[in-house]
Every structure is written in structure tokens, then in C-alpha cells.
């Protein structure tokens, strides 16, 4: 039944994971300012926490379900930085992700308590995933993938513990020739060659990587199917459905900080002696009170196509549509969020000395990464018109 | 536990809806529109589905089942995805049917409930709205003053839907007995069309939704007793029952703003300009993936509001969000989708223009349908 209620099941791992956010959030401002260091892998404060992982065998099928409590718990995070956790994630890297939705089960039992990243983007592609130039060549005699390119853009790409590759096998069967592979890092020809300075999210390195005649075993090849699927055949869908979770789970970053934002500048207002009530039409409140509200909506309209994506999943339906719906809308919605809970703050919105100017920084890559806005509505239009790639450009 | 889906019987309740609509409302729509009259027969036949009694007590000749708000917000879509305008009139008695329900006393739901249990349409009307630009629920100019026995009352209200035909209206009017303000001091009084002192008006002639039968009313000292006062001495629950009507309201404009976008879709794909569909230009495409996103967005913040509804938890909120929400992105997706039709969408022969002036009339009404 249609249900938006949470359990106490919910709500205590939720409180749980916010009273560690509040934690690592007191040092979100260091590592935004000293960007060449790193968060350490776990907080001093980690020790006296149980960690969330205590809490979830409590959990019962009546409680909400695994991808969206998943999602709830990303925005709870978040909610305390992009960056800096209680302690260093293990398995939640945009790579798991694709480790989860497109790996054997052996490669997810194998690599799945690494942290792994993603890399796609090179510097003569984006959006476009079918001009990946990145190649893999089998070598039958070793049984070896051989690999030569550059990644660009590589979130996490420093701290991880290995990376899930785009890499063609043909680059003239365009986007069907391209596969996914595990590299670990310490591989020899695999080298992390700079990192990154960015408008936000700072603490989270961005990494550009080399591949020069990167040697990686056979059973790499994650899902383990090395024929080239023939065009139209769909064989790219099944490399684009780890979209599905990731669109849902960048939505989810965004949405914890605008959230934060949101409550920030509710307390400032509320401080100040703005009335924040909740009024039926627009003459009971101040414009103020009526901007915030609609972001507040806005911010709640948001999170539900998140919670509806990762219920899909849940459900094992299928959630490509939904995915993309989740993500133009989250990323759209916390650029909105963010600019306005700085224009509700006036001067002391831009301070250094609050967390909203950066939170203001670190969402705009929500609408940029993992596919940028334009491609979702890309993606959406085309699906709500059946229409391919041809007759939408 | 968080969860989008229906149950089996709420998705049969769904589907049925939807064909209803498609195949009774929308063919009616236009003539209605266009005539400022319902359909004959039509409050009949909607009727016969049984939507407002087969949630009220077996005890009353209703059906029996649980009063689902999430149920009825699934058929509103599904209603005014057909035509909204049809889809208030033929459900309005809820409004009044409903709130009897779930706030009246045991004497007030035995003498009223059974007029909705019967075969034929039962018209009674909610009068909530007052004709002032400031008008705000919180702040009723329509009073009730205590008098021996009973209260007196006075005001204005406009809007009142099925006015034309209802033999009861339910008048919600600011308590002046009452110490608290907001919510607190909101009251809802049964008063009999005949009552002295009450005056209807003829229809009022709006914007949108032309077929939708509405008037005004005049309440010069009319008095009532004080059996007439809804739920007694308790009172009602207004922060419920206004939560109920902008949850109505958030459905209806979603159902309104898919039937815009499925019809853009296929007329943005047959449309040619410079060689190409105009759905295959990023300029429209865009347009109709944002009515996509939209209108999800608006439902599901619809169905949240519902949840807490049928939960019996705080409403206020989530209902605010959904009906605020979905006024703002009903009326952009039915401003985009008579852009998509570009002069087509300004004739007449296409329903967009008359979605287009449904989604301004229906965004900025209340107390015009219940779930």
C-alpha cells in the first residue's frame, strides 16, 4: 500500500546516521579550505560510534525498503558533508554501484568491500559515452585485457581502492563495443596523474588517470560477457542500467545538502524573527516565509522521485525513466534551493563563516555529474516519445 | 516503511477510473464547457460507481469500506484526467458526505448519511470560499454567533459547487464563541437550502471548468440550532478537512496535467516543421519531459499528503506542499502544452485552451472536492 511513513526501524538508523553527520560536519570546513589534504579514514570520534552497519540486522520487511533506505541514509549524510564521514566508506563509491548492478556474483563477493570508483569521462568525452576512446585488447596467450587511455573526472579517484573502467573493445561498433572492467589500483600501467581543483566539493578528490599498457586478468571484465552485442540489440542498456542506482544516489548527495541549507536558514530566519508558519495562500505569509515554503516543497518533491527510483529498484522493476526523472529533478531543485537560501540570507549568506556558501558550491555539480540535466531530459523525452537517439538528438 | 505501491484493489479501482474517464467525461467535456451545463444523466451514472458511499458505514446503507484518502486521490487523478470540471461535480457530495463521516456526531451522520446511500444523486454542497482577494481559510469573515440554542449566521461565500441543486450546504464560518484563532475557530454548520435568512445565487459564470455548477451565497442572520453545528461541541477538525480539500485539489491538477501531456505528446510527434516532428526539436522535447517530471513530482507529493491522511497524522504540511506545488506546475504544464500546440492550442477545437483556463480556475479554488 501506498505508505510515506517511516518505521521506528527507519527513524532510528536515520537519527543514528545524523548524529554522526553532525560530527564530521564540524571538519567539512577544514577540508573544503585545505583541499590538498585528505579526510582521514575514520574520525577521532568514530571509536564511541557504533556505526550505522550495527543498526541494519535489526531490520524487518516491514520497514522501507533496502535502495531507499539506502537513499535516506545518503541524504543524512550528506546533510552533514558531501566530503568528510565518521569514517571512511567501504563498498559506497559510484563504482559499487556498478560493481552491484552489472558484476557476477562472484565479482561483487570478490570486490565488493573495496571502495571503487567510476571512470567514463575522457577529455574528448562526456555525455556522449559511445566516443570513448579507451581501449581493452584481449591478449588470449596471457588472459589478459590490455589497457591504453585516459579517464578525466575521476570522483574519488584518489582515495579508492580501484576503479570500474569504460573501455571499448570496438571502436567502430560505437557504443556497443564499450565494457565495463575492475581495475585495482598498485596495477602496473595504471597511473593516478593529477587531481583537481574544483568550485565545490573539495575534500572529494577528482582524479585523471593513465592507462598505458595496463594488464588486468580475463574474469575482470565485469558481468563476464566479452561478445560485442550487435547494434540495436540493446547490449548498451545493460552497460547504462548502473545508471539507474547512481541517478538516484547523485540526486540523493545533492538533496542531503540542500536540506542542510534549508534547515540553516530556517534557524537564521526563525532567529531573526521571521514567522516560518505553514499558510494556506499567500496573503498570511511574509515573501520571506512564502519563498521558503516552495522550497521547502520543492525540496520535498525532489526527495519523493529519489525515494520512487530507488523503490522501483526495490521492487526489482524496471526504473530507467524514473532514474533520470530523479536526477534532472534533484539537480535542478538544489541549484533553486541553495541560491535561494543565500538570496533568503542576504549578506551573511555569502560568509565563510556559515557552511551555506558551501553548500551553495558543492551541489552544483549535482546537476552536472553522472549525466548532466539536459541529458536526462534527453533521456526522458526520448522515452516518453519512443523515440531513439537518431530521431532525438 | 516508505512505498509507492497501490494495493490490488486501489490499482483495479485505478484502471476502472481511467477508462471511465477516457470514455464517459472526456467525449463530454467540451459540450459541457461550452454550454455551461452537465451532461444529462451524467451525476447518475457516476453515481452508480458508488464513489461516495462505499466508503461510509454499512450501518448508514453504505458499503462499508475503510475511508481510504489515498484511494480517492487515486480516482480524482484518474477522474480529472478525463475532465476536472466533470470530476468535481459528479464527487462533490463527498465533500459534505465525508466530513458528516468522520466529525459528526452519532445524530448528525444518521440523519444525513443515509441521503447519500441511495440510487439516486444526492446533491449537498461544501461552502468554503469568500469573495475577497485576501480570502484565507484561517481567517473566515463568515461568522457564527452563539444565539440561545444556536448560532446565528453571516457572510458571504462564493464557489459553492452544485449550489444550484444541493438540499444541504455545509458552511464553514469563523466561531465567534471561540477563544483560540486559527484552525481553532473554525466551524462547519449543516444549513437546509430552505433556511431564512440564506440566499443562492444564480450560477456564477468563471473562467474554467464552465460545466462545473457554482453560486454564491448570501447568509443574512441565518439561524441555525446548535445540532446543526458539525461534530457538537467538539467541533471538527479543520486542519483535517481544509489538508483533505488541498489534497483533492493536488490530484485533480495532476490528472489535469497528465491529460495535457498525453495529448502534446502525440501531436508534437505528428506535427511537422522543417522537415522534422517538432517533438524531435529539443525546444519542445524539453517542454514535454518537463510535464513528465512534474507531473510526477506533483503526484507523489500528492499521495504523501493522502498517506498522512489515511495515517491520521499531521497533514497540514504535506497538504500544503502538494496543492502549492501542483498550482504552480499544473498551470506551467498547461501553459506549456497550448505552447506546443502553438495556434492550434488557442482554437477551440483542441481541449488544451480549456485545460489551460481549468488549470488557472483550479489552482486557486479550495473546499471544492474531498478525499
Same mark, same amino acid.
Given at each position: 500500500?501506498?505508505?510515506?511513513?517511516?518505521?521506528?526501524?527507519?527513524?532510528?538508523?536515520?537519527?543514528?546516521?545524523?548524529?554522526?553527520?553532525?560530527?564530521?560536519?564540524?571538519?567539512?570546513?577544514?577540508?573544503?579550505?585545505?583541499?590538498?589534504?585528505?579526510?582521514?579514514?575514520?574520525?577521532?570520534?568514530?571509536?564511541?560510534?557504533?556505526?550505522?552497519?550495527?543498526?541494519?540486522?535489526?531490520?524487518?520487511?516491514?520497514?522501507?525498503?533496502?535502495?531507499?533506505?539506502?537513499?535516506?541514509?545518503?541524504?543524512?549524510?550528506?546533510?552533514?558533508?558531501?566530503?568528510?564521514?565518521?569514517?571512511?566508506?567501504?563498498?559506497?563509491?559510484?563504482?559499487?554501484?556498478?560493481?552491484?548492478?552489472?558484476?557476477?556474483?562472484?565479482?561483487?563477493?570478490?570486490?565488493?568491500?573495496?571502495?571503487?570508483?567510476?571512470?567514463?569521462?575522457?577529455?574528448?568525452?562526456?555525455?556522449?559515452?559511445?566516443?570513448?576512446?579507451?581501449?581493452?585488447?584481449?591478449?588470449?596467450?596471457?588472459?589478459?585485457?590490455?589497457?591504453?587511455?585516459?579517464?578525466?573526472?575521476?570522483?574519488?579517484?584518489?582515495?579508492?581502492?580501484?576503479?570500474?573502467?569504460?573501455?571499448?573493445?570496438?571502436?567502430?561498433?560505437?557504443?556497443?563495443?564499450?565494457?565495463?572492467?575492475?581495475?585495482?589500483?598498485?596495477?602496473?600501467?595504471?597511473?593516478?596523474?593529477?587531481?583537481?581543483?574544483?568550485?565545490?566539493?573539495?575534500?572529494?578528490?577528482?582524479?585523471?588517470?593513465?592507462?598505458?599498457?595496463?594488464?588486468?586478468?580475463?574474469?575482470?571484465?565485469?558481468?563476464?560477457?566479452?561478445?560485442?552485442?550487435?547494434?540495436?540489440?540493446?547490449?548498451?542498456?545493460?552497460?547504462?542500467?548502473?545508471?539507474?542506482?547512481?541517478?538516484?544516489?547523485?540526486?540523493?548527495?545533492?538533496? +542531503?545538502? @540542500?536540506? =542542510? &541549507?534549508?534547515? $540553516?536558514? /530556517?534557524?537564521?530566519?526563525?532567529?531573526?524573527?521571521?514567522? %516560518?508558519?505553514?499558510?494556506?495562500?499567500?496573503? +498570511?505569509? @511574509?515573501? =520571506? &516565509?512564502?519563498? $521558503?515554503? /516552495?522550497?521547502?516543497?520543492?525540496?520535498?518533491?525532489?526527495? %519523493?522521485?529519489?525515494?520512487?527510483?530507488?523503490?522501483?529498484?526495490?521492487?526489482?522493476?524496471?526504473?530507467?525513466?524514473?532514474?533520470?526523472?530523479?536526477?534532472?529533478?534533484?539537480?535542478?531543485?538544489?541549484?533553486?534551493?541553495?541560491?535561494?537560501?543565500?538570496?533568503?540570507?542576504?549578506?551573511?549568506?555569502?560568509?565563510?563563516?556559515?557552511?551555506?556558501?558551501?553548500?551553495?558550491?558543492?551541489?552544483?555539480?549535482?546537476?552536472?555529474?553522472?549525466?548532466?540535466?539536459?541529458?536526462?531530459?534527453?533521456?526522458?523525452?526520448?522515452?516518453?516519445?519512443?523515440?531513439?537517439?537518431?530521431?532525438?538528438? | 516503511?516508505?512505498?509507492?505501491?497501490?494495493?490490488?484493489?486501489?490499482?483495479?479501482?485505478?484502471?476502472?477510473?481511467?477508462?471511465?474517464?477516457?470514455?464517459?467525461?472526456?467525449?463530454?467535456?467540451?459540450?459541457?464547457?461550452?454550454?455551461?451545463?452537465?451532461?444529462?444523466?451524467?451525476?447518475?451514472?457516476?453515481?452508480?460507481?458508488?464513489?461516495?458511499?462505499?466508503?461510509?458505514?454499512?450501518?448508514?446503507?453504505?458499503?462499508?469500506?475503510?475511508?481510504?484518502?489515498?484511494?480517492?486521490?487515486?480516482?480524482?487523478?484518474?477522474?480529472?484526467?478525463?475532465?476536472?470540471?466533470?470530476?468535481?461535480?459528479?464527487?462533490?457530495?463527498?465533500?459534505?458526505?465525508?466530513?458528516?463521516?468522520?466529525?459528526?456526531?452519532?445524530?448528525?451522520?444518521?440523519?444525513?448519511?443515509?441521503?447519500?446511500?441511495?440510487?439516486?444523486?444526492?446533491?449537498?454542497?461544501?461552502?468554503?470560499?469568500?469573495?475577497?482577494?485576501?480570502?484565507?481559510?484561517?481567517?473566515?469573515?463568515?461568522?457564527?454567533?452563539?444565539?440561545?440554542?444556536?448560532?446565528?449566521?453571516?457572510?458571504?461565500?462564493?464557489?459553492?459547487?452544485?449550489?444550484?441543486?444541493?438540499?444541504?450546504?455545509?458552511?464553514?464560518?469563523?466561531?465567534?464563541?471561540?477563544?483560540?484563532?486559527?484552525?481553532?475557530?473554525?466551524?462547519?454548520?449543516?444549513?437546509?437550502?430552505?433556511?431564512?435568512?440564506?440566499?443562492?445565487?444564480?450560477?456564477?459564470?468563471?473562467?474554467?471548468?464552465?460545466?462545473?455548477?457554482?453560486?454564491?451565497?448570501?447568509?443574512?442572520?441565518?439561524?441555525?440550532?446548535?445540532?446543526?453545528?458539525?461534530?457538537?461541541?467538539?467541533?471538527?477538525?479543520?486542519?483535517?478537512?481544509?489538508?483533505?480539500?488541498?489534497?483533492?485539489?493536488?490530484?485533480?491538477?495532476?490528472?489535469?496535467?497528465?491529460?495535457?501531456?498525453?495529448?502534446?505528446?502525440?501531436?508534437?510527434?505528428?506535427?511537422?516543421?522543417?522537415?522534422?516532428?517538432?517533438?524531435?526539436?529539443?525546444?519542445?522535447?524539453?517542454?514535454?519531459?518537463?510535464?513528465?517530471?512534474?507531473?510526477?513530482?506533483?503526484?507523489?507529493?500528492?499521495?504523501?499528503?493522502?498517506?498522512?491522511?489515511?495515517?491520521?497524522?499531521?497533514?497540514?504540511?504535506?497538504?500544503?506542499?502538494?496543492?502549492?506545488?501542483?498550482?504552480?506546475?499544473?498551470?506551467?504544464?498547461?501553459?506549456?502544452?497550448?505552447?506546443?500546440?502553438?495556434?492550434?492550442?488557442?482554437?477551440?477545437?483542441?481541449?488544451?485552451?480549456?485545460?489551460?483556463?481549468?488549470?488557472?480556475?483550479?489552482?486557486?479554488?479550495?473546499?471544492?472536492?474531498?478525499?
Amino acid at each position: 500500500m501506498i505508505d510515506f511513513t517511516l518505521t521506528d526501524n527507519d527513524h532510528k538508523i536515520l537519527d543514528y546516521v545524523r548524529s554522526e553527520a553532525l560530527v564530521a560536519r564540524k571538519y567539512a570546513r577544514h577540508y573544503d579550505e585545505n583541499e590538498a589534504e585528505f579526510p582521514p579514514e575514520a574520525l577521532e570520534e568514530a571509536k564511541d560510534f557504533p556505526g550505522v552497519w550495527s543498526l541494519m540486522g535489526d531490520r524487518t520487511a516491514d520497514d522501507s525498503g533496502q535502495s531507499v533506505i539506502g537513499m535516506l541514509i545518503t541524504m543524512a549524510e550528506n546533510w552533514g558533508d558531501y566530503s568528510v564521514r565518521m569514517r571512511k566508506g567501504r563498498g559506497v563509491g559510484l563504482g559499487n554501484a556498478a560493481l552491484a548492478a552489472s558484476g557476477t556474483e562472484e565479482q561483487r563477493t570478490k570486490w565488493g568491500g573495496l571502495l571503487l570508483s567510476m571512470a567514463i569521462t575522457e577529455p574528448g568525452c562526456g555525455s556522449d559515452p559511445s566516443m570513448v576512446q579507451t581501449t581493452a585488447v584481449l591478449d588470449e596467450a596471457t588472459d589478459e585485457w590490455v589497457l591504453n587511455g585516459e579517464k578525466i573526472f575521476v570522483t574519488t579517484g584518489c582515495r579508492s581502492d580501484g576503479v570500474v573502467l569504460w573501455a571499448t573493445l570496438d571502436r567502430s561498433a560505437g557504443r556497443a563495443g564499450i565494457k565495463s572492467f575492475l581495475v585495482e589500483k598498485e596495477t602496473p600501467g595504471f597511473d593516478v596523474s593529477h587531481k583537481e581543483k574544483k568550485l565545490g566539493i573539495r575534500a572529494d578528490d577528482t582524479a585523471t588517470y593513465v592507462f598505458r599498457d595496463c594488464r588486468i586478468p580475463r574474469a575482470n571484465l565485469l558481468g563476464g560477457k566479452e561478445e560485442i552485442p550487435k547494434a540495436g540489440s540493446g547490449g548498451f542498456r545493460g552497460v547504462m542500467k548502473t545508471f539507474n542506482m547512481t541517478r538516484p544516489l547523485t540526486a540523493a548527495f545533492g538533496l +542531503g545538502m @540542500s536540506q =542542510a &541549507a534549508l534547515d $540553516f536558514a /530556517r534557524e537564521q530566519l526563525e532567529g531573526a524573527g521571521v514567522e %516560518l508558519g505553514y499558510g494556506p495562500t499567500v496573503h +498570511g505569509l @511574509s515573501a =520571506a &516565509a512564502a519563498k $521558503f515554503q /516552495r522550497r521547502e516543497a520543492l525540496q520535498e518533491a525532489a526527495v %519523493l522521485t529519489v525515494c520512487h527510483a530507488a523503490y522501483l529498484s526495490d521492487q526489482g522493476e524496471p526504473n530507467n525513466l524514473e532514474a533520470s526523472i530523479s536526477k534532472a529533478k534533484g539537480g535542478s531543485a538544489v541549484r533553486e534551493i541553495t541560491q535561494g537560501c543565500i538570496e533568503l540570507m542576504g549578506p551573511m549568506g555569502i560568509s565563510r563563516e556559515h557552511l551555506l556558501e558551501k553548500w551553495f558550491r558543492d551541489v552544483r555539480i549535482t546537476d552536472i555529474y553522472e549525466g548532466t540535466g539536459q541529458i536526462q531530459n534527453l533521456i526522458i523525452a526520448r522515452t516518453i516519445l519512443g523515440y531513439d537517439r537518431t530521431q532525438l538528438k | 516503511m516508505i512505498s509507492f505501491g497501490p494495493t490490488e484493489e486501489q490499482q483495479v479501482v485505478r484502471d476502472a477510473m481511467r477508462e471511465f474517464a477516457e470514455q464517459v467525461f472526456r467525449p463530454a467535456a467540451r459540450e459541457a464547457d461550452e454550454t455551461s451545463s452537465l451532461p444529462d444523466g451524467l451525476l447518475d451514472q457516476v453515481w452508480e460507481l458508488g464513489l461516495t458511499n462505499t466508503q461510509l458505514p454499512e450501518a448508514f446503507g453504505g458499503g462499508g469500506e475503510v475511508r481510504s484518502p489515498i484511494t480517492n486521490t487515486l480516482i480524482l487523478e484518474e477522474l480529472a484526467f478525463g475532465d476536472p470540471a466533470l470530476a468535481i461535480a459528479t464527487t462533490h457530495p463527498s465533500a459534505f458526505a465525508f466530513a458528516v463521516n468522520d466529525y459528526g456526531t452519532d445524530e448528525q451522520k444518521e440523519a444525513y448519511l443515509p441521503r447519500f446511500c441511495g440510487d439516486k444523486f444526492a446533491a449537498a454542497s461544501l461552502a468554503l470560499i469568500e469573495p475577497s482577494p485576501t480570502f484565507d481559510p484561517l481567517t473566515l469573515q463568515t461568522t457564527a454567533e452563539p444565539k440561545d440554542g444556536g448560532f446565528v449566521l453571516s457572510g458571504r461565500k462564493r464557489f459553492v459547487v452544485l449550489g444550484d441543486r444541493a438540499e444541504h450546504f455545509l458552511v464553514l464560518a469563523r466561531n465567534a464563541q471561540s477563544a483560540e484563532g486559527g484552525f481553532g475557530a473554525i466551524d462547519a454548520f449543516i444549513v437546509p437550502r430552505d433556511a431564512s435568512g440564506l440566499g443562492v445565487s444564480e450560477l456564477e459564470k468563471n473562467l474554467g471548468m464552465k460545466g462545473l455548477p457554482t453560486v454564491g451565497l448570501e447568509l443574512e442572520q441565518v439561524e441555525v440550532p446548535d445540532e446543526s453545528r458539525l461534530g457538537g461541541k467538539a467541533g471538527i477538525d479543520a486542519r483535517r478537512l481544509l489538508a483533505s480539500s488541498r489534497t483533492a485539489n493536488a490530484a485533480l491538477l495532476t490528472g489535469l496535467s497528465r491529460a495535457v501531456r498525453e495529448y502534446a505528446v502525440p501531436y508534437a510527434k505528428d506535427r511537422h516543421a522543417f522537415g522534422e516532428a517538432i517533438a524531435q526539436k529539443q525546444a519542445i522535447a524539453f517542454m514535454l519531459s518537463n510535464m513528465q517530471i512534474e507531473t510526477h513530482s506533483m503526484r507523489w507529493l500528492t499521495w504523501k499528503a493522502a498517506a498522512l491522511l489515511e495515517a491520521l497524522e499531521e497533514p497540514t504540511r504535506a497538504s500544503i506542499f502538494a496543492q502549492d506545488y501542483a498550482a504552480e506546475q499544473g498551470m506551467k504544464i498547461a501553459d506549456d502544452g497550448l505552447q506546443v500546440l502553438g495556434g492550434h492550442g488557442f482554437i477551440r477545437e483542441h481541449p488544451v485552451e480549456m485545460w489551460y483556463r481549468a488549470a488557472r480556475t483550479l489552482s486557486v479554488l479550495e473546499g471544492i472536492a474531498a478525499v
